[in-house]
Structure formats: C-alpha cells, structure tokens
C-alpha cells in the first residue's frame, strides 16, 4: 500500500505544480489552444506506449462512456475552469481553494460509490478542511497578496468539483481496464471534446516559436496530461477512492509553493498552519491501523 500513496502523492503533487505552470501559459496563449495541445501530445506518447506495453487499444462500450465522462469532468472542466480562474485570481489564492478537494473527494466517495470511511479518515477530512481555513484566514488578513477576486475563486472551485468527478470516475474503473490505454483513450476523448474550441484559436499558436513557452508547453503536458495520470490510475488501484482524496491535499501544497518559487507570491505563518494541518490529515488517513502491514 505504500507505493500506491506514493503514487497518489506524487500526482497530486504534479498536478498542484502544474497551476503555476498553467497561469505562466495563459499570458502567452488562449486557454482552448493550451488544452488541446496538452492533450494532442499526450496523445502521441501514450499511444505508442499502450501498445508496446498493453498490446491493445480496444475497451468495452461502458468503459469508454467511464472513460468519456471522465474526459468531460477531468480534463474539460477541471482545466477549463482552473485556468480561467487563473486570469482573476493569484496561483496562491487559486491552491487555497483547491484545498477544499479532499473534503468533496471524501464526500462524493461515501454518497456515490458507498464507500465506508472509519471516524479517524472523517477526521482527517477536518484537518484537510481545517488547513483550508487557516490558509483563507491568511488571505483576510493580507497574508496572500493582491491579485484575488471572488469570481477567480468561484472558477476554481468548480474546478474542484470537475477534479472530485474524475477521481470519483476513476476509481470506478481502476483495475478493469489497462493502465495507459486508459490514459490514451481519456486524452483521445479530451482532444475530440477540444477540437471545436482551439480551431478558431489556431492562428495564435505563432506563440510557440517562443522557446520559452514552447518548453513550457511540453514539460505542462507530459507531466499533467501523461505521468500524473499513470500515476493516479496505478494508486487508485489498491487505494480506496476516500483515501485517495485525502492525498488530494497535496494540490494545494505544490501548487502554493510553486506560486512562491516561481511567482514570487508571499507566503505567510498562517499558509505555514495550513499546509501542516494538510499533511497531518494525510498521515492519520493512511496510518496502518491495528494488525494492518504497509507494503
């Protein structure tokens, strides 16, 4: 069970890193055209890949309906919502809010896919949410900078329901299907999806001749829309989807830090407190219980 938190960490860890790298895109190119080229290239790495590991790229009608919905919610409006957001609001402010995952995450898995959660995962949930509103105390008290808006964070947080949705989705599927032609065919489906918005777009990806950007894009799409999915899907595995969530907590974390280090935002005590309370949350939802061994 351990490589699977490791696996789940790490995701999430990329996919909060990743909120930086995606407000830095959106100064140089529009938001349809950044998704559809994330998600274009990871189509070209996962295809070769799936099948020179799986063999095959064939799934089950209902598979590919999981797989499609979960395009819609996870890549559509996660991304869609999450960047626009980012044009209002801070890279910092926007991971204050993602913080609020693990606690949909949670909610989602106990409503929809009946999982049961034991008291000390529900608490875990509060330390989550706790961490949440020392770091929103932060940004009362002008700890977070300037630069935040409501309607930014409103994007955000229907971004936070787009990514509780693909966690939920994907957990539903996890373990009935290969690991990277899932990955393929969620991109497949996110590329079609796009298609309609970047093509009016398309005259703006002049932008790339810029080497900057360009390595930017790459980097955003092998690590967002390839290597977190692997990641994900391989956790979610063995991990129950309301674990899983809490390692949702990590999203916030990276994507704060990124927004200090490559941003230059201010970081307070009090973002400090949040993030510490996060982590607890972590380690009391996965802590081996009685008689339970961590392999």
């Known amino acids: 069970m351990l490589v699977a ?35 274009l290239l990871a189509c070209a790495v996962l295809w070769p890949l ?9 799934l089950s009608g209902v598979s590919l309906a999981n797989l499609a919905a979960q395009a819609a919610v996870g890549t559509l409006l996660y991304n869609a919502a999450l960047l626009s957001g980012l044009r209002h609001t801070t890279a910092l402010e926007a991971g204050l809010v993602l913080a609020t995952l693990p606690a949909v995450i949670a909610i989602g898995s106990a409503l929809w896919l009946r999982e049961r959660m034991a008291p000390r995962q529900w608490l875990a949930v509060a330390l989550a949410g706790g961490g949440m509103a020392a770091i929103t105390l932060a940004r009362l008290a002008g700890g977070g900078g300037g630069g ?33 032609t899932a990955s393929f065919w ?30 930017l894009l790459v980097f955003h799409s092998l690590t967002a829309s390839v ?26 974390a990276a994507a704060a830090g990124m927004a200090v280090l490559v941003l230059g935002e201010t970081f307070s005590t ?19 219980g009685r008689g339970k061994r961590v392999v």
């Open 5 to 39: 938190y490791l696996q789940l960490g790490l995701s999430m860890a990329l996919v909060g890193a990743n909120v930086a790298i995606s407000k830095l895109l959106t100064e140089a190119l529009p938001i349809a055209l950044i998704l559809g080229l994330r998600c």
């Open 50 to 58: 799936a099948l020179r590991r799986e063999g095959r790229l064939r």
């Open 148 to 180: 935040g808006s409501l309607w930014g964070n409103a994007l955000v947080f229907v971004a936070v329901c787009g990514e509780a949705g693909y966690v939920l989705l994907a957990k539903r599927l996890a373990g009935r299907v290969p690991l990277v």
């Open 186 to 215: 969620m991109q497949g489906f996110s590329t079609l999806m796009l298609l309609p918005f970047c093509l009016p777009v398309l005259g703006a990806a002049a932008a790339l001749a810029d080497p900057g950007v360009s390595a």
């Open 227 to 252: 290597l977190c999915l692997l990641l994900w899907y391989a956790g979610l595995r063995r991990a129950p989807a309301g674990i899983a969530g809490i390692f949702s907590a990590l999203l916030p």
């Open 270 to 288: 009090m973002h400090g407190i949040g993030f510490l309370l996060m982590l607890a949350s972590i380690g009391l939802a996965t802590w081996p």
